[in-house]
């Protein structure tokens, strides 16, 4: 199924009872991220925002949900469309062929399906008005959150091409509105739209660069898939909507652009000139990214629909629309990984709280000793997997979607001292935890069920740990340095302790923390010791795992206490003994005036019943009201 621009998928969204109109104004700067916020995390409807105070109205929380990403992508359910996807493999594929061989061949596959994009002559519907002399503030940009440098176009489709070899990428970069006519553009190292820079550095031109809002929601989700390089996102899109993709040129570039798309940015980057200051912005992972410098994108000249509609979304701390987009790519992208790299994968899961890359879990066919450190091994330089810190390898009749089990098994099947597999390598820009700049450590777990030969040297240590548990409790309660204490998991026969400690009142208090674990004899007790900071409630084990995952360099931060329980410090490391070589950024949250300024109007808004800020939650993560954590 294909639809036409957002306004068509507006339509089967009312249809469908997915989507709420609100009609009053609602202030693009935070208010509208407030209200989308509850709206997410309350499992409601998309969000159609009509008075932005621009023509344009706003489409928010349009794919988060099951149901709506999957109608994004023309499909009943997700596990559809990668039915179909392993079709492709299966009946065009030689079963003889290398599974290299499959992956090269990838772009074929889907060129046989006959759904390439295709170029056609005159204007598109993007192009039924025309704006030559552009002014950016004719759109309803969101300004997200307090600490934001300003507002960011959230939901860009960022169209570029290789200087030299012609191809084109479309990638999913925020932008930054600096002026009338300029933003910044964030590319980061590792990705296309970067590398392209790079190249058209060494030609003394301007980079052309088209910029795509809206259109066909499947155009969004294919520009956020992890597609490799030799597959035009185009392709995708057409295979998932049954339907080839028209694209048309740009009226001030030679760049293509699908012709249906609701706002087109035309411009280009100089890569001659000087970079721009760019952030801080309430980022995915829960935390500010904090300023850095980035290329500056000139609009030429701004193009739109009769009917368009400013398509955004927020991010922040998890779960956000973007959950529902990682859901997706399991779905849709399990059997090409399966077929093309590791046939032994039965299923793999990125949980939220993860924020995609941070967390892991891969469900294996083990038939040999060894496969769980071998599929460890493959998996952590493929493709986006590259940036992935905690990467979990299990087997056997297990559900990895359910924690506490999933849990269960790798207490199970994990010798600390043998199956953990530490290295160093490149990590997500954003990621804030490591010493070094996208760069810091990784830890591959095989909790695979071991076959005979893997026992060699180690004890079965299922169901070893069902010792009594009250001297340790005594300990943690006669003691002054572990704020907080939660052993419930005890209680699922999975040995974890999670506590708090205040590192901005004692830099050693980890160190001590575990002086006074040692001493109450952990042996056989406990495997796995949480640490995180005061703040946090140990209670909250969705805000424990999401701090723990975003605050933690695997190869820095575990320390065995011994030798089969570990210990993860979660805490932030900008109150370390010895300091921290990099900035720390703040958690986002809302403030405490746009959580009242909602409050107070969200009877009138006619969506629904009323809705906590999920802020209250997380504002007393927050320090000193800045987007990073300043020392005294």
Known sequence: MSYSGLSGFITELEKRNELLRIK????????????????????????????????????????????????????????????????IFNNVSDSKESFFQKLAALPSLFKLTGLLPVRIKGKGTCQQQIQRVP??????????????????????MVHTRHPVTGKTNVGMYRMQVLDKNTTAMHWQRHKTGANHFEAW???????????????????????????????????????????????????????????????????????????????????????????????????????????????????????????????????????????????????????????????????IRKSYPGQGMKVLSSLSGAGQMMFTKYLIVVSGDINIRNYKELLSHVFDNVDFSKDLLFSHGPLDVLDHSSDNFSFGGKVGIDATIKQTEEYSGRDKIAHLFKQDISKIQTVLNDQKIIKKYNISLFGDDL?????????????????????????????????????????????????????????????????????????????????RKGGFSRKWPNVV????????????????????????SPSIRYIRLCRKGTDEIILD
């Not at 693009?28 to 995390?41: H, N, S, W, Y």
């Not at 949250?589 to 906590?612: A, P």
Request: proline share 6%; glycine share 6%.
């Open 24 to 87: 009053q104004f609602i202030n693009p700067i935070l208010e509208i991220t407030e209200i989308t916020d509850r709206v997410t995390k309350s499992g409601g409807k998309a969000l159609l925002f009509e008075n932005t105070g621009t023509r344009f109205p706003v489409l928010i929380n349009a794919f988060g949900s099951d149901l709506r990403m999957a109608l994004a992508t023309g499909r009943k359910n997700l596990d559809e469309a990668g039915t179909e996807i392993e079709s």
């Open 135 to 156: 002014d950016l503030g004719i759109l309803p940009v969101l300004k997200c959150w307090p600490y934001d440098g300003g507002r960011f176009i959230t939901l860009p």
């Open 201 to 363: 550095k060494t030609t003394g031109k301007k980079m052309p660069v088209s910029v795509a809002l809206g259109g066909d929601p499947v155009y969004t989700y294919s520009a956020t898939a992890p597609l490799p390089e030799n597959i035009n996102e185009y392709i995708l899109a057409g295979f998932l909507r049954k339907k080839k993709v028209n694209m048309v040129k740009c009226i001030t570039n030679d760049l293509f652009v699908p012709e249906d798309a609701d706002i087109i940015l035309e411009g280009f980057v100089d890569p001659a000139e000087d970079l721009v200051w760019e952030g801080p912005f309430g980022d995915h992972t829960g935390f500010y990214s904090l300023a850095d410098w980035y290329p500056k994108f000139h609009v030429t000249c701004i193009t739109h629909s009769n009917k368009a509609v400013y398509p955004a979304t927020i991010v922040g701390i998890p779960p956000q629309e973007d959950a529902w987009m990682a859901k997706a790519t399991e779905r849709l992208f399990l059997s090409p990984v399966r077929m093309t790299l590791q046939p032994e994968i039965e299923d793999f899961h990125m949980p939220d709280a993860g924020i995609a890359h941070n967390l892991v879990i891969v469900k």
């Open 495 to 575: 040995p974890v302790l999670i506590m708090s400690v205040d590192t901005q009142e004692d830099t050693g208090a980890i160190e001590k923390a575990k002086d006074i674990l040692l001493a109450a004899d952990p042996d056989k007790i406990l495997r796995l010791i949480i640490v995180v900071d005061q703040t946090v409630d140990v209670n909250d084990l969705f805000m424990v795992t999401w701090q723990l995952l975003g605050n933690s360099d695997p190869e820095r931060d575990h320390e065995f206490i011994s030798p089969l329980a570990v210990l993860i410090d979660g805490t932030i490391k900008a109150f």
């Open 589 to 612: 949250s809302s403030d405490s005036e746009t959580i009242t300024t909602i409050d107070k109007k969200w009877e009138s808004l006619g969506i629904g019943k009323f809705v906590d």
